[in-house]
Every structure is written in C-alpha cells, then in structure tokens.
C-alpha cells in the first residue's frame, strides 16, 4: 500500500533552524515534493527530489533518502512569515500526488 | 512561468444553488486537471482526476452526481457542485499537469482555490 507520514506541528524561533521530517512507503515513485501553504490559500511549491541527497535553495533544503523512504525539508534564519503549512507528497507509478497532512510550523519572536 | 488561473475566487450561495468553478491554464496545455478539497485544518484531498476529452476519474467517498467535471479542451476544466448543501463548504482547488516540466520543476500548478460558502 501507499502511505506519508509527516508531524502535525512544529514550533520554532525566529531566526533558529527547523527541519521537517516526512517518512513515505510506496511501490511505484516518481519523486519527493515539498509544498508550503498559508491558510486560506493554494499550496506553493518549494522543492522536488528524486535522486538521493540534498537539494538547496537559498534558506530552504530539501534531501531524500529512497533506500529508507524519508525526505526532510530543512528551513534556515526562519522569519516570521515563514509560519504556514508544509506539505510533503510523493509521485507514485501513474503521476499522481500523493500528499500528507502537512506539518503546521509556527515560529515565535 | 505556467499559470493556472481558478475562478470564481469566493462563492457565498443559497443552499440548493448548483456552482461552477473553471480552471484555465494560461500558457501550457493540461490533458490532466486535479480537483482537490480541503477543510479547515486539514489536508488536501483528492476529489477527481479530470482527463481531456473522456470522463473524470473520482476518489472512493465522492459522489460524481454531485461533483460534475468537465474537461472540455486541453486549457479548461470545469467543476459544478450540484445543489450544494452546507456540508459541502469548503476550499476547493484545482491543479492542471504540465507534462512538459523539467526536471526540478514542479509537476503540478495550482490555481488560488475556491472558497465555497452554502448558507
């Protein structure tokens, strides 16, 4: 079967680092994604992986591992308008996305 | 860059109106279009997956009497909410495939979501 495990909510200061986990189990993969969303609004993408290893741009990274079905999305010098939702989802066999419940990051002064 | 352009952005209606949300891409060709829900505080789900030119594939728990799709050209897909109740408040977004993306790019583009409110 098909499943994506990612944590609920993370709190974290301005300034500080985070890392957001996500764990995946599939037969079929096209790729890791990683998505932000502010409430109220459409998801923004961030990040893909489909190779093994990190991925960076500028304050956002992103690194996948397929062999352990884990990706994490590593966010540096958090500003406050950093706090939203991050989806995480994978492509499976037929291109579908197949997503998380999001991980709602919250970042205090 | 490719645009997904969703409209109406708001609908506030009468229980029992049927609505109609179109989604457009703008500068690529879709033969794939996604429609999503979402509920305050949750994720997105699946509703259907709209195909150009043959009938829209739906998720297990979605009525597809209730939820009509049409996929009428490779730019356009409609969603039509019949005799909306309710319940059936909620963010509606669509997505539409860019099978020409590059590798690193996102495979998918989101138009802004639907608000939907059934008083």
């Known amino acids: 079967g098909q499943n994506i495990d990612q944590p609920t909510e993370m709190t974290a200061t301005e300034g500080a680092i985070v890392q957001i986990n996500c764990t995946y189990q599939?037969?079929?993969?096209?790729?890791l994604f990683w998505y932000q969303q502010h409430a109220g609004e459409a998801p923004t993408f961030l990040s893909y992986?489909?190779l093994d290893g990190l991925e960076e741009k500028g304050r956002f990274s992103s690194f996948l591992s397929r062999s352990k079905g884990y990706s994490y999305l590593l966010l540096k010098e958090l500003q406050m308008k950093d706090s939203a939702s991050y989806l995480c989802a994978f492509m499976d066999s037929n291109y579908q996305l197949i997503w998380g419940a999001g991980t709602k990051l919250i970042i205090k002064p | 860059g490719a645009v997904v352009s969703q409209h109406p952005s708001r609908v506030i209606c009468k229980s029992g109106t049927s609505v109609k949300i179109e989604c457009r891409s703008l500068?690529?060709?879709?033969?794939?279009m996604f429609w999503y829900r979402q509920f305050p505080k949750q994720s997105l789900m699946l509703m259907a997956t709209?195909?150009?030119?043959?009938?829209?594939?739906?998720e297990q728990g979605v009525e597809k009497d209730k939820f009509l799709i049409n996929h009428a050209s490779l730019t356009l897909s409609t969603l039509t909410v019949t005799s909306a109740h309710p319940e059936d408040s909620s963010f509606y977004i669509c997505s539409a495939r860019d099978l020409k993306a590059g590798e690193g790019s996102q495979p998918q583009h989101f138009g802004d979501g639907t608000r939907l409110s059934i008083l």
């Open positions: 599939t037969s079929g993969f096209n790729g």
């Open positions: 992986n489909v």
């Open positions: 500068d690529f060709q879709a033969t794939t």
């Open positions: 709209s195909n150009e030119g043959s009938k829209a594939t739906y």
